[in-house]
């Protein structure tokens, strides 16, 4: 035991049963017994639980029962390493909400349909598969040469909220990064014209539902690496991920930049995230300049 954080002895097997490894872990079935995946591993989980804890995210209901979780994945990394990192904490006890996997098959042409469901089923989490053809929505609405990303993130919550209801869950939880945060920070104050991230935790606008993101904490480069190593089935975005002039991708190129040229860069922003002085901003909504 390290960190709170328990060791694992993972091999590279096929069959979780003949590698040992129990259950709720076969997330890591492929994974290699090096020391550096451990150490990874490690790192991402510490973060995870400290991003639980920090935001009171996995606080219990009024009754006392647990809350009920709808994990969101998409089939990209990042969702497959959240899901592994919610496994592994309440394998260890330090996560109390039940998981219920969701999927939105959003009727992308070449969808590979069968992998979520068939690696969800191998982990024996209970899921949801969702098919809404909302691609057809947004090829049709959206005029050419504009990007997709706003009214499909908007048509995909409000399909989730709807699931999240039918199971009685609590949260959905997503798989955003530290990074996707200050890339939209950075959206916001380059193009949007405010300060604004996206927030570990928020309270939906009917009030019946949290949005959680547990990964809050975890840079995008250590997920990167993490589903490498575990060799998870990703399933690539074919929608938006084609297109070309997204603006988060000019955030992403230009954050890379600054830590390439001040390594650490990322961790300093994210920081600044954390530590708001209203009295030195200019919004008199959240400071009451005339009292000074």
Request: proline fraction near 5%.
């Amino acid at each position: 035991m390290a960190d709170g954080i328990t060791d694992i002895d993972t091999g590279v097997a096929e069959d979780k049963e003949a590698s040992g490894i129990k259950p709720e872990l076969a997330a890591y079935r492929h994974a290699p017994s090096s020391v550096a995946f451990k150490k990874l591993r490690k790192r991402i989980l510490r973060e995870t639980q400290e991003a639980i804890r920090k935001f009171a995210m996995d606080t219990p209901r009024e009754d006392g029962s647990p809350q009920k979780w709808l994990v969101c994945l998409s089939g990209g990394k990042d969702s497959y390493g959240l899901l592994a990192a919610l496994l592994d904490l309440k394998w260890q006890g330090a996560l109390k909400a039940d998981i219920v996997a969701c999927n939105l098959d959003q009727g992308q042409p070449g969808f590979p349909k069968h992998v979520l469901p068939e690696y969800l089923t191998s982990l024996g989490v209970p899921h949801r598969i969702i098919t809404e053809d909302t691609y057809s929505i947004v090829t049709e609405k959206v005029p050419e040469g504009k990007t997709y990303c706003s009214m499909c993130s908007r048509l995909r919550r409000g399909i989730l909220y709807r699931v999240a209801r039918e199971e009685g869950c609590d949260a959905i939880v997503l798989g955003h990064h530290r990074d996707d945060s200050l890339e939209t920070f950075m959206m916001n104050l380059l193009h949007g014209g405010r300060l604004a991230a996206m927030p570990p935790k928020l309270r939906n606008d009917e009030g019946d539902l949290n949005v959680l993101r547990p990964l809050i904490f975890t840079a995008e480069a250590d997920l990167a690496k993490f589903a490498e190593l575990c060799r998870f089935p990703i399933i690539p975005c074919n929608l938006c991920g084609t297109q070309e002039g997204l603006q988060r991708m000019a955030m992403k190129a230009l954050l890379d930049g600054w830590e390439q040229k001040k390594p650490g860069q990322r961790d300093v922003m994210f920081r600044a995230l954390q530590n708001v002085r209203p009295s030195h901003l200019a919004d008199e909504r959240i400071f009451d300049f005339e009292r000074l």
